[in-house]
């Protein structure tokens, strides 16, 4: 049972005395006060118990119990937690070296004696351009900007300056146990860490430096393990730095109290900064506690090195690596002879008018968010593509005035045509076409090596949110998205390809050479791919999906198993080659990045005549599944590994991001009343299959006539029908032939042209 005494006092006092009452060596960590004038119930607890993300856990719950609602389930226990810190003490010895240089920095100050407070805030226009813009701008983390900014200001004070050793701060919340989920688990668990930077007036060039040596989260609880629960370690890591740097988020100030761990007399630091961006107003805040010897003018020192990485925010372009996708993207679009083959589109449209400069508004607030989309791309000194990233990029808006639909086509032709010249972003275009029926129109084209097509509705979705926000005179979050798609593209850029390049060797060895259904040397038009649609049945639609169950695969093996045998048939092989495209979102939060995540590698299917559809189905997915931990090497790295130059010269899309029903959503809430959209690719032959309750294949061919084109899709349709209601080998599939005749016509499905 907790007591809980009235006060008439305000809640700064009653925190004061109730702060007074608590006593951890008896158990009294926590203490409530009533204010019976204000109705406020005032919470106060000792840091012990709890850090910056459990008190908002205990505020939820709290707030949640007194309102009568169920808790919601426990996680793992803090007292688990410990527990396994404990048995993992001994880990990560092996960086006892990197630890004890990093603490045998110089001091800032002979002696910590005599301390001082004092808060700085930063104003709301310099606070916007560091919190929001600077860590998409400069590539840099929010934390590591605003320690960067304080070393610049601590050597600005130093007599001599030198290297200094500084604890930095993290939430400590990595799973001691693979099995522990901490989400919701109240505790101290904030981990520290040192880091040691040299002399910088410069702040971002120390903040990058401060990225580059700052340990990651595993780092941080590391060190503490070896510090405080490692016996032969613990010794060797007794030195402390002199300065702590703590980056608390983005909150209400309001929402809590600020009541220190300590009495500013006890801080074992000469300098101690906790800053944090109030959400009310998106000021930046910084509270200093500073010991004798330390000048005041450190605050105003600070302050000017968040003025100076604002404004290298302003006009910072820098450059980031490429991901696989992008970089053939990047080196076919510049041997391409029309550059429409590598231009999206998307014709929306509206049953209202549109706001011009409000949408170039918006578009610029995307660029902030997603900085990709405003992305140029060149190639560095080593002949390699690189994206070029800056800040502040916005796209015009240009309005024409049509009166017919075929003035509208014409001017989606002449635009798809126009291309883009990748080093001279942006790589988008935004038309509004007024004077149809209707409603405006906007034409959206963009290059496609700004962004996938899974990354389309979410960038629609912030790109309409964004003009709605703007238009409406309200506030929009900016902010780069995390994880961002550079962050993605630098971690896929650092990884060894060793292991993988030796798997698609293997994979591939025996081969006997491409699959080219237009022959090796096809002679390709300049003009756009034609597509023709074929819409399955409802019942065909079901049998697969069916088949797919019952033999324990995937739709997506018993599509490529189908599209296999058509090539197989079609080429007089018993295997086939064809590419297939990969998400390459597996990771934490990467369902939401914008950008070219999207890969495509090869698909080896072998089919024996007397395999039955079972072993078939099977082995398809086996391959695709023993393939997936080395998808994300680039398709040039692959085909060199299997010593050929080309592998395929089709290409099969499984489009299963779509997402009908928030498209619907979308497009009626922003008034949206149609929409048209396409793209292409450089290959001869685009399969696009689309699940649903009729499946859908669209084929866009660059080679031979409708009339070819035709028949392979009525026969690739006919070996999907085949394939669902065989019963026997595949070798009794009827017409898998070396150029099977053309399918009877059969009124089973709609076609498009």
């Known amino acids: ?57 205990l505020l939820d719950d709290l707030a949640t119990a007194l309102g009568g609602a169920p808790l919601p389930p426990p ?27 990093a603490l045998r920095a110089p001091d800032l100050l002979p002696a910590v004696a005599g301390h001082r407070e004092t808060t700085v805030v930063l104003p709301p226009e ?96 590391a060190y503490g393990r070896l510090r405080y629960l490692n016996p032969q370690t613990a010794p060797l890591l007794t030195a402390r730095p002199q300065v702590l740097f703590n ?39 910084a509270a200093f506690t500073l010991a004798d010897g330390v000048p005041d003018a450190i605050t105003g020192h600070w302050l000017t090195a968040l003025e100076q990485i604002a404004d290298a925010s302003a006009t910072a372009e820098r450059t980031a690596p490429v ?38 508004e918006a578009m610029a607030r995307v660029i902030s968010r997603h900085p990709v989309v405003g992305a140029g791309f060149t190639t560095d000194d080593d002949g390699d593509p690189v994206q070029l990233l800056k800040a502040g990029r916005r796209v015009a808006v240009r309005t024409v005035h049509l009166s017919t639909r075929a003035e509208a086509e014409a001017l989606r032709t002449e635009d798809r045509e126009r291309g883009f010249d990748p080093g001279e972003p942006p790589l988008v275009r935004m038309t509004v076409v007024r004077g149809l029926e209707g409603g405006d129109r906007l034409l959206l084209s963009y290059h496609l090596l700004l962004w996938d097509g899974w990354s389309r509705e979410i960038l629609l979705r912030d790109l309409f949110d964004a003009y709605e926000a703007v238009a409406a005179g309200r506030a929009w979050d900016a902010s780069p998205a995390v994880p961002g798609f550079e962050e993605y593209a630098r971690t896929l850029a650092a990884k060894d390809p060793a292991v993988s390049t030796r798997f698609w060797a293997e994979h591939l060895a025996g081969l006997p050479g491409p699959t080219l259904l237009a022959g090796p040397a096809p002679a390709l038009g300049d003009e756009l791919p034609r597509p023709l649609t074929h819409t399955l049945p409802a019942e065909l639609s079901h049998l697969l999906r069916e088949t797919a169950r019952t033999r324990g695969v995937t739709l997506n093996s018993v599509l490529t198993g189908a599209f296999g045998l058509l090539l197989g048939a079609r080429t007089g092989r018993g295997d086939a080659v064809f590419g ?56 040039g790295e692959i085909q060199r590994a299997g010593g050929h130059d080309t592998l395929f010269d089709n290409l099969f899309v499984l489009q299963n991001f779509l997402d009908l029903d928030a498209f619907a959503e979308m497009n009626a809430r922003h008034g949206i009343t149609s929409v048209l959209a396409d793209d292409s690719t450089h290959y001869p ?69």
Request: proline content about 5%.
């Open 1 to 57: 049972e907790v007591a809980v005494p009235e006060h008439t006092a305000d809640a700064t006092a009653a925190a004061a005395e109730a702060a007074r009452r608590l006593d951890p060596e008896a158990g009294e960590i926590v203490a409530f006060s009533w204010l019976t004038a204000s109705r406020t119930l005032v919470v106060t607890v000792h840091h012990l118990a709890v850090d910056a993300v459990s008190w908002l856990i």
């Open 75 to 101: 996680t793992t226990s803090y007292a688990a937690h410990a527990e396994a810190l404990a048995v993992r003490a001994a880990e990560g010895s092996d960086d006892i070296g990197h630890w004890i240089t």
């Open 126 to 221: 310099t606070s916007d351009l560091v919190t929001r813009t600077a860590p998409g701008a400069l590539g840099i983390g929010l934390t590591e900007l605003l320690c960067g900014a304080l070393r610049a200001a601590l050597t600005r004070v130093q007599t001599t300056p030198t290297d200094l050793a500084v604890e930095l701060e993290r939430h400590g919340r990595v799973p001691a146990a693979e099995h522990h989920d901490y989400s919701r688990t109240v505790g101290w668990f904030t981990s520290i860490a040192p880091v040691r930077l040299t002399a910088h007036t410069d702040p971002v060039a120390a903040a990058r430096e401060t990225a580059a040596r700052r340990p990651d989260e595993d780092g941080h609880t």
């Open 247 to 285: 980056y608390l988020g983005r909150g209400n100030e309001s929402e809590a109290l600020r009541i220190t761990g300590h009495t500013p007399a006890t801080s074992p630091y000469a300098v101690e900064v906790n800053a944090w961006t109030d959400e009310a107003t998106g000021r930046l805040h």
């Open 323 to 360: 991901t696989p996708l992008q970089r053939g993207l990047y080196f076919q679009s510049q041997l391409a002879a029309t550059a429409g083959h590598y231009v999206a589109q998307s014709f929306f449209t509206f049953d209202r008018t549109l706001d011009t400069d409000a949408l170039s």
């Open 580 to 635: 297939v495209t990969v998400s390459g979102r597996e990771g934490d939060g990467h369902g939401d990045i914008v950008g070219v995540l999207l890969n495509t590698v090869p698909m080896w299917t072998r089919a024996r005549p007397d395999d039955t559809v079972d072993a078939y189905l099977s082995s398809v997915q086996a391959a695709r599944v023993a393939a997936m931990e080395h998808e994300h090497l680039g398709l």
């Open 685 to 753: 032959y685009t399969w696009v299959v689309t699940p649903g309750d009729r499946l859908t294949v669209k084929l866009e061919h660059r080679h031979g006539d409708a009339a070819h084109a035709r028949r392979l899709l009525d026969d690739y349709v006919r070996v999907l029908s085949d394939l669902a209601t065989a019963t026997g080998p595949l070798g009794a599939l009827p017409g898998l032939g070396p150029d099977p005749a053309p399918a009877a016509r059969t009124p089973i499905g709609t076609d498009t042209v």
